[in-house]
Nanobody, 122 residues
């Protein structure tokens, strides 16, 4: 079992940057692919980025390509989401999640964090 705790959210002006972190408990973190999703008020949870267990493969939603980078440090049991050139439409609660293989659908992830709020002001 994996427990996930996100941090790093906050309020930032448009054009700014934030780095989200997701710390995982357990000794099997390096066995899991990790994903980031986001959910805006009144909308469905959507895929943002994912990274394979070893970090060699990454996937991004088209809406964030070139602005957001996912990475992981298996020695620290942590996955990161570096977000640059933020836009007001990036405002959402951001969740990290763990899956056995790299996926882009929320229903394929079995473990979730509690989320961290990101608000981008215009």
């Amino acid at each position: 079992q994996v427990q996930l705790v996100e941090s790093g959210g906050g309020l930032v002006q448009a054009g700014g940057s934030l780095r989200l972190s997701c710390a995982a408990s357990g000794r099997t973190f390096s066995s899991y692919a990790m994903g980031w999703f986001r959910q805006a008020p009144g909308k469905e949870r959507v895929f943002v980025a994912a990274i394979s267990s070893g970090g060699g493969r990454t996937y991004y939603a088209n809406s964030v390509k070139g602005r957001i980078t996912i990475s992981r440090d298996n020695a620290k049991n942590t996955v990161y989401l570096q977000m640059n050139s933020l836009k007001p439409e990036d405002t959402a609660v951001y969740y990290c999640a763990a899956a056995l293989t790299i996926r882009t659908r929320p229903e394929d992830y079995g473990y979730w964090g509690q989320g961290t709020q990101v608000t981008v002001s215009s």
